[in-house]
């Protein structure tokens, strides 16, 4: 259950609030009394709505009372206060990871094989995307069957926005398939493409009938290839994820013929 306290009032504030909009104008006191307040406490918990401008106080009166604002001034006052915070968090945490970028990059990184692998559609795609994230130089994408770069939910769109951040930092980017997939693609699949990806001078597709498999390849050093699901081949059963140099040596060996053979394609 909602209540005030998950906007940043504690729990004297949140009683002293609430009772003030049942008694109306009223003093220290009595709304000590009218709360549970302790009246020890109750000028600190005013003094602390006030700064939130969630009460106002008459001060020519003698006692002083204190009333109120409106619930729903109250309430946007409360979220502004909680928006700033948030703001103020993420600027802090921005500066963080930038110092700690710096500083992880420094260290020189371990050239071992490597593989992993994920099982199930969205565990697929996240390695997928986690691994789009790490490209330097180039990512090739050889693909003869509708994996998550062409799927036509927010799953493809995320596919789409990490190819194109790829792009903006410098990243070549080479789709082959083959005719028989471009003509599965769904309509809005290749829209898609073609306003946001298309318009980069380093992104290129190309058609060729000689290509088997599903999988990326990733600055000539680790592939992420997709298997199929058993049952329906175009879902994606699972990701398995390889970092050898030596291995995506080979793979780019038997890639780089086809695309040089292979027909431009526009979307």
Not at 80 to 102: C, F, N, P, T
Not at 105 to 119: D, G, L, M, S
Not at 212 to 240: K, R, W, Y
């Amino acid at each position: 259950m909602a209540s005030l306290r998950d906007l940043g009032l504690s729990e004297y504030e949140a009683r002293a609030y609430r009772a003030l909009l049942s008694t109306g104008p009223t003093t220290a006191k009595e709304l000590s009394r009218a709360s549970d307040v302790p009246m020890g406490r109750i000028y600190d918990v005013l003094n602390s709505l006030e700064q939130y401008n969630l009460v106002r106080s008459q001060t020519a009166s003698r006692p002083k009372k204190f009333v109120a604002v409106e619930p729903s001034t109250a309430l946007d006052r409360l979220l502004d206060d909680k928006k700033r915070e948030l703001e103020e968090m993420a600027e802090q945490y921005e500066e963080i990871v930038d110092q700690l970028s710096g500083e992880l990059e420094a260290a020189e990184p371990v050239e071992e094989q490597f593989w992993t692998a994920a099982v199930g559609h969205e565990e697929s795609v996240d390695l997928l995307l986690e691994r789009l994230t790490t490209a330097d130089e180039r990512i090739v994408i050889v693909s003869t069957s509708l994996g998550p770069q062409f799927d036509i939910t927010a799953i493809g769109t995320a596919v789409v926005e990490h190819l194109e951040e790829a792009l903006d930092r410098g990243v070549a980017v080479d789709v082959l398939m083959t005719p028989e997939l471009v003509a599965e693609l769904p309509e809005s699949v290749g829209e898609r493409y073609k306003e946001r990806l298309s318009p980069h001078p380093d992104f290129a597709v190309r058609t060729h009938e000689d290509i088997s498999g599903t999988f990326n390849l990733i600055d000539g050093v680790e592939v992420c290839i997709q298997v199929p699901h058993p049952l329906t081949s175009d879902d994606t059963f699972a990701m398995i994820d390889l970092k050898d140099a030596e291995f995506a040596g080979e793979v780019y060996e038997a890639f780089e013929p086809r695309w040089a053979e292979a027909e431009p394609l526009s979307f």
